[in-house]
C-alpha cells in the first residue's frame, strides 16, 4: 500500500507536467487546426533556457521559471508570425515544418548544452522531503510544488476559458471561425494569442518538469509523445479532456514504469487502443459530423 501511495504521488506530478504541455498543444489544435510537432521541443527548450538562468545558483529557479516561460512565448510569437503564414493553412506543410524544427531545436540544444543529462534543484523548503502523516511516507515537497502549480494553473485556464470574453472567443473559434470573423473579430490576433499561450505553457511545463523529469536530448520525443496520447485519451481540442487524458496517461504510465517495467510502453499504449475502438473522438470529444 505504501508503494501504491508513493507511486500514485508521482502519477499525479507526471500528469501535471503532461496537462501543461497537452492543454497547450489542445488549445493550438483546437483554434488553428495545427498540429505542433515541434511543441515537444519547445517544452526541451524551455527547460535549457532556465538551466543556462539558473546555473549553479538554486535560488534563481524561479528567475529561470520566468525566463524560460518567457522566451518560449516569444518563440511561439516568431512561428506564428514569420513560419506559419508561408504554410498557407496546408495540413502536410504544417506538419514538415515543425517536424523540421524539431531538429534544428535539437541540434541546436546539443551544440549549446551539450548531450549530458542536466537537472535544476528546487531551492530551499522545495528541495526538501515531507513525513506525510499517513504511513509515515517521505516524499520530497518538490513534486508537491509542481503539482500544486499545475492545479492552479489549470484552474486559471478553466477560468479564462470560460469566464471570460476572451475564453469565449476562444470557444467560439474551436467551433466556427468563420462566424468569429463576421463577428467582426480579429481572428488573426485570437490565433497569435492562442499560438503564443501554448508555446509558453510548453516552455512553462519544460522548466517545472526539469526536476522530476531531467533534461536530455530526445526528451522532447517523449513529451510529444504523452500529449499526442492525451489529445487521443482526452479528445482533440477539449480542454476538459486535456484534463481528463494527463491524468489517465500519468497514472498508467507511473504504474506501468513501477509494476510492469518490461512491457511499460505497451501498458501505456493500452488506453489508446480501447478509446479507439470505443470512442474514437476521445473520451470528451465531440464526433465530427459527415
Known amino acids: 500500500m505504501t508503494e501504491l501511495i508513493v507511486q500514485t504521488f508521482n502519477g499525479l506530478t507526471l500528469a501535471g507536467i503532461i496537462f501543461l504541455v497537452s492543454s497547450g498543444f489542445t488549445l493550438i489544435f483546437g483554434v488553428m487546426r495545427v498540429t505542433n510537432l515541434a511543441h515537444g521541443a519547445v517544452y526541451l527548450l524551455g527547460g535549457y533556457v532556465a538551466y543556462s538562468v539558473v546555473g549553479d545558483h538554486t535560488d534563481y529557479f524561479f528567475y529561470g521559471l520566468a525566463a524560460g516561460t518567457a522566451a518560449m512565448a516569444g518563440l511561439g510569437l516568431l512561428m506564428e508570425r514569420l513560419i506559419l503564414p508561408w504554410l498557407h493553412h496546408v495540413e502536410m506543410a504544417e506538419l514538415l515544418a515543425t517536424l523540421g524544427l524539431i531538429y534544428v531545436i535539437d541540434d541546436v540544444s546539443l551544440a549549446v548544452w551539450g ?51 476572451i475564453g469565449a472567443i476562444i470557444r467560439a473559434g474551436v467551433d466556427d471561425r468563420d462566424m468569429v470573423n463576421a463577428l467582426g473579430i480579429n481572428v488573426r490576433r485570437v490565433f497569435t494569442g492562442v499560438f503564443v499561450l501554448g508555446s509558453a505553457l510548453a516552455g512553462f511545463a519544460g522548466v517545472l518538469g526539469v526536476p522530476v523529469l531531467g533534461l536530455y536530448t530526445g526528451g522532447d520525443t517523449t513529451i510529444l509523445l504523452f500529449a499526442l496520447a492525451v489529445v487521443v485519451v482526452g479528445g482533440l481540442g477539449s480542454y476538459e479532456g486535456a484534463i481528463v487524458g494527463s491524468l489517465v496517461i500519468g497514472l498508467v504510465d507511473t504504474y506501468g514504469t513501477a509494476y510492469f517495467p518490461a512491457i511499460s510502453y505497451v501498458v501505456l499504449f493500452i488506453p489508446l487502443v480501447v478509446i479507439l475502438l470505443v470512442r474514437p473522438q476521445g473520451i470528451l470529444g465531440r464526433r465530427v459530423m459527415a
Open 115 to 165: 548531450g549530458n543529462p542536466l537537472s535544476i534543484n528546487l531551492p530551499g523548503v522545495l528541495g526538501e522531503s515531507s513525513v506525510l502523516p499517513f504511513r509515515h511516507i517521505v516524499y520530497p515537497n518538490g513534486r508537491f510544488f509542481i503539482l500544486g502549480v499545475a492545479v492552479l494553473v489549470g484552474v486559471l485556464l478553466f477560468a479564462m476559458l470560460r469566464l471570460t470574453r
